[in-house]
């Protein structure tokens, strides 16, 4: 899956604003949803965009990241 174009290889979190890069080379811009899940071993952030009914999911799980990092995701986006 992460050989589709689309795939979502990396993603940079500003505040409510995310930026997907993608296996393409192309990046997309969405607002972090409020129906985001959060969990200990996977979160799901609803990145919707510019369209009303426009979203995008990214999984990510607790063993794609260093454990620190995983942590002050979680914390982040808890307490936002």
């Known amino acids: 899956m992460l ?3 689309t795939s979502c290889v990396s993603f940079t979190l500003h505040s409510e604003v995310v930026e997907i890069h993608q296996f393409n080379g192309q990046n997309i811009q969405g607002r972090l949803g409020s129906s ?7 979160t799901i952030l609803h990145v919707t965009g510019e369209r009303a009914l426009s979203f995008r999911p990214v999984l990510i799980f607790a063993d794609s990241l260093d454990v ?3 942590r002050e995701l979680r914390v982040l986006l808890k307490w936002r």
């Open 3 to 5: 050989r589709a174009g």
């Open 36 to 42: 985001s899940l959060i969990t200990a071993r996977l």
């Open 68 to 70: 620190e990092r995983y």
